[in-house]
């Protein structure tokens, strides 16, 4: 399991994804992302080529009702010319789901509502990326420069210059994190 000891010096990619995600991600709700892919990555969907990201939050597509309603606040929009960065995320597993039948044991891993994961389960031909992540905190957030290379449905965009990653700090401790990835390997299979 990684430790803020493990992560690389500097991190030169951002993952988008919905601003209300990325918080549950940075607060600790949800160490899960799922994930499809962006109209911008052709018809071969999204890949997992990065293992450590920082998380770039986006209202692009983002439907208040595609959220499991906890009582948080909806996030505020962002501004058209940056993006607040808090957040790395640290890959620990990576699974291809390929039976609808399995969504519903992953409820309790994530925000999103059942009809949005059936929804990305099923969008151009059936299947979904899960990715355990651990999570890491910066102790004030970066103000990233929007780019023509950030817009689009894209999941992977550029963090130029590369930020560093010392001081983070894990959004929860070793033992939840464990707890969860072994309830995630559970419910999935062994990790690939």
Request: overall charge negative.
């Amino acid at each position: 399991m990684t430790s803020p000891s493990d992560l690389p010096p500097h991190c030169a990619v951002a993952f988008k994804e919905w601003a209300g995600v990325c918080e549950a991600l940075g607060d600790g709700r949800q160490s899960l992302i799922l994930r499809k892919g962006g109209i911008d990555e052709g018809p071969g969907g999204f890949v997992p080529e990065h293992r450590a990201f920082w998380l770039y939050p986006t209202h692009l597509h983002e439907a208040q009702q595609g959220l499991k309603s906890d009582g948080n606040s909806p996030v505020a929009a962002p501004s058209p010319d940056f993006v607040p960065i808090r957040f790395l995320a640290f890959v620990e597993a990576i699974h291809h789901i390929d039976r609808v039948d399995l969504l519903p044991a992953l409820d309790t891993f994530h925000i999103w509502t059942e009809d949005t994961v059936r929804k990305r389960f099923h969008y151009r031909q059936p299947g979904l990326w899960a990715l355990g992540v651990r999570v890491f905190r910066r102790p004030d957030a970066v103000e990233l420069p929007v780019t023509a290379e950030h817009a689009g449905c894209k999941t992977w965009v550029p963090v130029e210059p590369p930020l560093q990653t010392s001081a983070l700090v894990p959004v929860i401790d070793k033992a939840e994190f464990r707890r969860r990835m072994d309830s995630l390997h559970s419910t999935l299979g062994p990790h690939p």
